[in-house]
């Protein structure tokens, strides 16, 4: 009788585990896209920083897709 009671937590504990390790990388996969996002955000914030120091009779160029 504790064999099958055995094999249930067994069976359980298995699939516990699983959803762990799937937990795991998907938090992993989303600090990767925080950490990436916020390099983004920073470089932006710069760009928008030496744009706004420009004159504005300066001459700039937007960028329209690949050329």
Same mark, same amino acid.
């Given at each position: 009788? $504790?064999?099958?009671? %055995?094999?249930?937590? !067994?069976?359980?504990?298995?699939? *516990? @585990? $699983?959803?762990?390790? %799937?937990?795991?990388? !998907?938090?992993?996969?989303?600090? *990767? @896209?925080?950490?990436?996002?916020?390099?983004?955000? !920073?470089?932006?914030?710069?760009?928008?920083?030496?744009?706004?120091?420009?004159?504005?009779?300066?001459?700039?160029?937007?960028?329209?897709?690949?050329?």
């Amino acid at each position: 009788m $504790a064999a099958p009671v %055995d094999l249930e937590l !067994k069976k359980a504990f298995s699939e *516990l @585990q $699983a959803k762990v390790m %799937d937990t795991q990388q !998907k938090v992993k996969l989303a600090d *990767l @896209q925080i950490e990436q996002l916020t390099k983004t955000k !920073k470089h932006a914030h710069l760009t928008d920083t030496e744009v706004m120091m420009l004159v504005d009779e300066t001459r700039m160029y937007e960028g329209v897709g690949r050329m």
